[in-house]
C-alpha cells in the first residue's frame, strides 16, 4: 500500500510541474501580439499572409529597380487591429530602407509636420473570399486595383513604374537625414537584399 501511495505522490510531482508549464504557455500565447485568433480565422491567415508577400514584394522591386544607394529592404510584421467589435478591421506593413552607411528608415511614418502613405488593406491591396470561398487579392497599381488571385509570385503587370507617394516620402527621408546617397536612378540597387516578413502581429507598430 505505501509503495502505491509513494508511486503515485512521485507521478503527481512529475506531472504537476509540466500541466503548469502547459498552462503558462498557453496563457503566454493567448497574451502575445502574434496571437491573432480572435480577429482572424486560419483561413483568413493564410489569405493575409499570401496577400501581404505579394504587396511587399511589388514595392521592394520597385525600391530596388529605381533607388541608387540602397543596400537593403525589409518589412515589419503585417500589423493588424481592430474587428474586434467595436472597431473595424484594418491591417498594414511597414517598408524599412537601409542606405550604404548602415542608417534605416522607416516609410510612412511622419517626418515632421508631413504624413506619408500607408500601405494597407484599403489603399494598397484588397483581400476577400468569393461566394466559392475562394482567396480574392486585388493590388494597386496607379489608380486601378487588378486582381491576382492565381498568381503566387509578382506578375509583371503589377509591377510599379512610377509612384508619387514612395518617391516622396524617400526624398523626405533624404532631405531629412534619416537617408543619405539614395537617389532616384534607373541604375536601382541591383545587390540590394529583401527581407520579406508575413509573421501577423496585433498593434500598429
Not at 493588424?80 to 467589435?85: E, Q
Not at 494597407?120 to 475562394?134: A, P, T, V
Request: hydrophobic share 35%; proline share 3%; aromatic share 10%.
Amino acid at each position: 500500500m505505501k509503495k502505491k501511495i509513494i508511486f503515485t505522490l512521485a507521478v503527481l510531482m512529475l506531472l504537476i510541474p509540466g500541466g503548469i508549464f502547459g498552462v503558462r504557455k498557453w496563457i503566454e500565447h493567448q497574451n502575445s501580439p502574434y496571437n491573432v485568433s480572435d480577429v482572424l480565422d486560419d483561413k483568413g491567415v493564410k489569405l493575409y499572409k499570401r496577400g501581404f508577400r505579394l504587396l511587399e514584394e511589388q514595392l521592394a522591386t520597385y525600391i530596388k529597380e529605381h533607388y541608387s544607394g540602397v543596400t537593403k529592404i525589409e518589412f515589419s510584421p503585417i500589423l493588424v487591429r481592430g474587428g474586434d467589435g467595436r472597431y473595424m478591421f484594418h491591417a498594414n506593413i511597414v517598408p524599412i530602407v537601409y542606405d550604404e552607411y548602415g542608417d534605416k528608415a522607416y516609410l510612412g511614418k511622419k517626418i515632421g509636420n508631413q504624413t506619408f502613405a500607408h500601405y494597407d488593406d484599403f489603399s494598397s491591396i484588397r483581400l476577400d473570399f468569393n461566394g466559392w470561398d475562394e482567396e480574392i487579392i486585388e493590388i494597386r497599381v496607379g489608380s486601378e486595383f487588378i486582381d491576382i488571385s492565381d498568381s503566387r509570385c509578382l506578375p509583371e503587370n503589377v509591377k510599379l513604374n512610377s509612384v508619387k507617394e514612395i518617391d516622396e516620402n524617400i526624398e523626405a527621408l533624404v532631405n531629412a537625414g534619416h537617408l543619405k546617397d539614395v537617389v532616384k536612378s534607373e541604375k536601382g540597387s541591383p545587390d540590394a537584399e529583401i527581407s520579406y516578413n508575413t509573421d501577423i502581429k496585433k498593434g500598429d507598430r
